[in-house]
């Protein structure tokens, strides 16, 4: 038998130029799952979860500095005795950057402590390899910085057990090989596969981002289902603020509106997922700062519900999802490709509008029809030219009958309290049917181009409609699918139930808007049905549309990224 040739270990080249070092904590990740670290350092991924949020309340009293790690030539010579706190060392050999909870030791010879918020393992070693790697790490760190290094220890907080990890050759090895590993993962510039069926997704807090389950699936991997890992609920909310004149300023943890110094409302900053400002609204500037350090985007619109624009923080870090959406929006191919399917999509949902929605006794079987043909021939079609007069054809035939989803009036009901639409019309609309299109379509795309946002990418650069200044294509794009069942469906409900009604209106001009009252009534119909949870028809779990249009986001991420072969778009059952 033909002896088997050893490995010969290549370090990674030292960094040079503007090449990133490798956060430690990085090392542990990568151990742990390679997706996970290629989300959260190459990509910029971070979502927070009730571990993450422990983990930095247990850190809080390692996390302040104190001590001194002197030179390691002066600790020897002078035998010092050291205990530091929160220290920061790097290294371009290594490629290597890491905060140390604790330093401990005398002269040169010194150990790193770890802290872990939750209790001592019982594996054989007493700790996981991410974790052996991460200290081991650490400690090559500090050889490098002159100390005599051999062994660490990890504290675990909640059990209060300090366990030690000797630095040995196998721990050597491994952790040499994760450094190699990652840069090379992040050289490369194309993400791990996702864990398949691992016991590791649902408590990870980045489960919602990396969908490991719904990507197997469309990956044609039909047999294995997906967990219902995806489904978490919104406790946080929009807070729209329309008074006119009046300023939103912070005082601690809340958000205050008033006018004139009398406080109109208040909402906690941690319930509010973002910020709606409708015409004049004053802002200050520590609340603004504060809105932007948590990522909480504030949207403007003017007083008659017109979207002008977000203010965000330093936005997402994923330069990747940036540069594959503008890739793929300079390839004609590409473009038609999506393009395509938001189209489709649009008249399927509109066709399952209409069949559940109409109210006359004889069904329109002649539109839905003819909804279904145009259907196909928006799945053909051969350039964006012909899919717009494809998608116009299916605008006229839903909309001539839209008036038949809406409750037909009763005979001795007064003219003022009636509803009539006749044709879609716009820019303004001429009457109340086609404001609240116009204002739930305003609505829908506030939503999506802030979801855009958060996701990484950019909301103005589109592949069905073209860029225009100040127009978020994107956001058009994607909504196409959600028209029919978040602000068509709107429409029709605020009608039908009696939630709106022709007095909330006001006309100058030739053009129509709702007042007051009535918008934030019909705000309310348009969040509610935002929360409105469904069966998803691909993975089976039931979700709201908030956490779909995520969703839906995000797969179009891992489409651009070449991970899934198609995006699939929505379509209601």
């Not at 022709?502 to 509610?528: C, H, M, W, Y």
Request: glycine letters at 6%.
């Amino acid at each position: 038998m033909e002896p088997r040739q050893g490995e010969l270990e290549l370090p990674f080249p030292e960094l040079s130029g503007d090449q990133p070092p490798i956060p430690v904590r990085m090392l542990n990740e990568h151990v742990y799952c390679p997706r996970l670290a290629y989300l959260m350092w190459v990509q910029g991924e971070w979502m927070d979860s009730a571990d993450t949020i422990e983990g930095r309340h247990r850190h809080k009293r390692v996390d302040k500095p104190a001590g001194d790690l002197p030179d390691a030539d002066t600790a020897q010579a002078e035998r010092i005795e050291i205990h530091a706190r929160s220290v920061t060392l790097s290294s371009n050999k290594l490629g290597l950057i890491a905060r140390l909870d604790l330093i401990e030791g005398e002269g040169n010879v010194v150990i790193p402590v770890d802290y872990k918020r939750g209790k001592r393992p019982h594996t054989a070693r007493g700790v996981y390899d991410p974790e052996r790697v991460q200290l081991c790490a650490q400690g090559l760190l500090l050889r490098e910085h002159g100390y005599v290094c051999e062994e660490g220890a990890i504290y675990y907080v909640e059990s209060r057990e300090r366990v030690r990890v000797p630095f040995d050759e196998e721990l050597l090895a491994l952790t040499r090989r994760a450094i190699a590993e990652l840069r090379a993962m992040a050289a490369g510039g194309r993400i791990p596969p996702p864990l398949e069926d691992s016991p590791k997704c649902p408590r990870c807090s980045l489960v919602t981002i990396c969908l490991p389950d719904e990507v197997r699936w469309l990956q044609q991997q039909p047999d294995l289902a997906p967990r219902p890992l995806a489904v978490t609920r919104h406790e946080a909310l929009p807070l729209y603020v329309q008074q006119h004149n009046a300023k939103l300023s912070k005082k601690g943890e809340v958000l205050e509106v008033s006018k004139d110094d009398n406080v109109l409302a208040t909402a906690r900053i941690g319930e509010v997922s973002q910020v709606v400002l409708m015409g004049n609204v004053y802002v200050t500037a520590p609340c603004l700062a504060e809105l932007m350090q948590r990522d909480i985007p504030v949207t403007w619109h003017s007083y008659g519900g017109w979207f002008h624009g977000h203010t965000v923080g330093n936005g997402h870090k994923n330069v990747e999802l940036r540069t594959a959406q503008y890739r793929a929006s300079f390839d004609e191919r590409a473009c038609l490709r999506l393009a395509r399917g938001f189209v489709a999509a649009k008249i399927a949902n509109q066709r399952t509008l209409l069949r559940r929605n109409w109210k006359p006794e004889d069904r329109p079987e002649r539109a839905i029809a003819d909804l279904k043909r145009i259907q196909r021939q928006a799945e053909r079609a051969e350039s964006l030219d012909a899919l717009l007069g494809i998608e116009g054809n299916a605008a006229a035939i839903y909309f001539a009958h839209f008036r038949g989803m809406l409750r037909a009036a009763a005979d001795d009901e007064p003219m003022v309290q009636r509803f009539d639409f006749t044709q879609r019309n716009r820019r303004p609309p001429t009457d109340p049917v086609n404001a609240m299109l116009s204002f739930a379509y305003t609505l829908l795309v506030r939503t999506l181009t802030v979801t855009l946002q958060a996701v990484g990418f950019d909301p103005f650069r589109g592949f069905y409609h073209q860029p225009r200044y100040g127009r978020p294509a994107l956001a058009l794009d994607l909504m196409e699918p959600f028209r029919p069942l978040l602000a068509d469906s709107v429409v029709v409900q605020v009608i039908n139930n009696g939630e709106i009604h022709p007095t909330d209106f006001v006309s100058a001009a030739g053009s129509v808007n709702l007042t007051q009252d009535g918008r934030k009534r019909f705000i309310a119909a348009f969040e509610r049905r935002l929360g409105h949870e469904i069966t998803h028809p691909l993975f089976g779990y039931r979700l709201d549309y908030r956490r779909l249009i995520e969703l839906q986001a995000r797969l179009l991420g891992r489409h651009l990224l070449g991970e899934l072969p198609d995006y699939p778009n929505f379509t209601t059952r």
